[in-house]
């Protein structure tokens, strides 16, 4: 059960287990006392303390919550009066004793405290490292949106919301709120389910199917095809694990981008089981390497700013630094992954040099969608292709040619049906525009496909089909001929291609004609 109005990820319960259970025992606080107020409780009956010494300071419960949370009052009756007669004659002191409380919530809910269940997840998802911060001057607003920031953290720790999701008594019970989000209800489950049975199709409306799933469409579709591989059963993976897993690496997708969203994760990662199913392919690949290629397919663009790698180096931004200005965001999604793989322990189980290998083959697959390094896979390839000397019986070859479907799978969506096309090519410049207002506003020279008012969206997908879609797909195409979903693909990119150049045209006739008015 989830809340929007609380962020992706934050709210989290133990289902299964009373608040006092001895699963909260490393939830606990510092066994000492603050003058009335006992800090020797389980973090749940601490946030409830503090709440009912609040009303007592009051004088009850004021507001929309005395209407809404009427049952949990009677509920919590006794608690109240037991707190109460300890902080009648002591409200001189309550503002520090709720201050030293209001600390040790945070403190649990920046993660700093032991949660080693992972029914417990009381504490907010800390970002992968290095943090992203696009805020590159400190000004007065700026100072303004961290302490919002702060705001909404203590809201999201003490909110009636929350109590609900953790509270026996009241499972179930959510309050109607503009801002909850209900349970998808049977229709929609069962629709999410019947397009997984076609997510082999290359017409799959990754949208739709997010929809539907209640923008979980990572999550369960990399669980479905774990499933369909049997990936699950060859490596011995704990499935607990596995959803931790898949859930840090969709919630660290950030969902204010337009376009590297875990939407576009979820979409690269059908495109790559579809390149997986190709004939040439599929009888050569081993488990290994489909494990990699769907998880490098899923994190491969985890954390992403939502800005390119000119723009950090230009800002001196500390990943800039940190990579050497080299492969900078991929080298960031790499070790990112990296960091969230040894954090869920996912692989813990296998020998170590086993899961060493399989994170450096990650990074190399992650590595490779560095759009700079284009002409250098694209030259080996086409090499490989006039030689014939490919033989995916070698472990090495087949590594390369994951690369190759990895970087097809992430620039593909010119050779989607148009609907679907243009909608991804709408969402990627809706977020170059987005860096071109901000290298505007700090008075950066403006990146090329940047400028809303020079870059039309046309002349853009025209020139990233005819410089980078192109030339891949078509030795793409020659590798896998004859294939079904190559030539698909190819017609999808040649028609899309000129609609594209029709818009173009009948959009510079307006443009023209303004500018001679």
């Known amino acids: 059960m989830r809340d929007s109005g609380l962020g992706v990820g934050e709210v989290g319960v133990c289902p299964d287990e009373a608040p006092r259970s001895p699963i909260w025992g490393h939830l606990r606080a510092p066994p000492f006392t603050c003058g009335s107020l006992s800090l020797a409780l389980e973090l749940p009956a601490l946030i409830r303390q503090l709440r009912a010494a609040w009303r007592a300071h009051r004088g009850g419960p004021r ?220 009888e050569q690949l081993s488990p290994l390497d489909v494990f990699l290629g769907l998880m490098a397919a899923a994190a491969h663009d985890v954390d992403h700013p939502g800005v390119n790698q000119p723009f950090l180096i230009k800002t001196r931004h500390h990943l800039a630094s940190l990579y050497q200005n080299t492969s900078v965001l991929e080298s960031h999604h790499w070790r990112s992954t990296v960091g969230m793989l040894r954090e869920s322990r996912l692989l813990s189980h296998l020998p170590a040099d086993m899961s060493q290998d399989m994170e450096q083959q990650l990074g190399s697959l992650i590595l490779a969608t560095d759009i700079s390094r284009q002409n250098e896979f694209l030259s080996t390839f086409r090499e490989h292709l006039d030689n014939q000397d490919l033989d995916l019986q070698l472990a090495s070859h087949r590594h390369f040619i994951l690369q190759i479907a990895l970087k097809c799978a992430d620039v593909c969506n010119p050779c989607r049906f148009w609907e679907l096309s243009r909608q991804w090519s709408e969402r990627v410049c809706e977020e170059f525009y987005s860096q071109g207002d901000l290298e505007r506003k700090f008075d950066f020279e403006i990146s090329p496909q940047c400028n809303q008012q020079a870059d039309s969206v046309p002349a853009i997908q025209i020139g990233f089909i005819s410089y980078i879609v192109e030339p891949l797909f078509e030795e793409w195409h020659r590798f896998t001929e004859p294939s079904l979903l190559s030539r698909n693909m190819m017609a999808h990119l040649y028609k899309n291609k000129a609609r594209w150049s029709c818009l173009r045209n009948a959009h510079t006739p307006s443009e023209s004609q303004t500018h001679s008015h």
Not at 198 to 222: E, H, P, Q, Y
Not at 234 to 256: A, I, N, P, T
């Open 63 to 282: 507001g929309p919550e005395s209407s809404e949370a009427s049952t949990w009052v009677e509920s919590e009756k006794e608690e109240v009066e037991e707190v109460k007669h300890h902080v009648e004659d002591r409200s001189g002191h309550l503002k520090v004793h709720l201050l030293l409380i209001f600390s040790l919530c945070l403190y649990a809910a920046d993660g700093r405290l032991d949660t080693g269940h992972a029914g417990v997840l009381l504490v907010e998802r800390r970002g992968s490292y290095p943090l992203i911060d696009l805020r590159i001057l400190k000004t007065s607003a700026q100072q303004g949106e961290v302490e919002a920031d702060t705001r909404r953290k203590v809201k999201r720790l003490l909110s009636f919301q929350r109590y609900c999701h953790a509270s026996r008594p009241l499972r179930g019970l959510v309050p109607h709120t503009p801002g909850s989000l209900h349970l998808l209800d049977d229709n929609y489950l069962g629709q999410a389910a019947h397009m997984l049975s076609k997510a082999a199709k290359w017409n799959f409306d990754i949208f739709l199917f997010d929809r539907l799933t209640n923008g979980n469409s990572l999550v369960t579709l990399m669980c479905h095809l774990f499933t369909v591989y049997g990936l699950v059963h060859h490596f011995q993976l704990d499935m607990v694990k596995l959803h931790r897993f898949l859930g840090m690496v969709q919630e660290d997708y950030h969902s204010q981008n337009p376009y590297h969203n875990a939407v576009h994760a979820a979409d690269v990662t059908q495109a790559m089981y579809c390149y997986l199913k190709e004939p040439k392919l599929a």
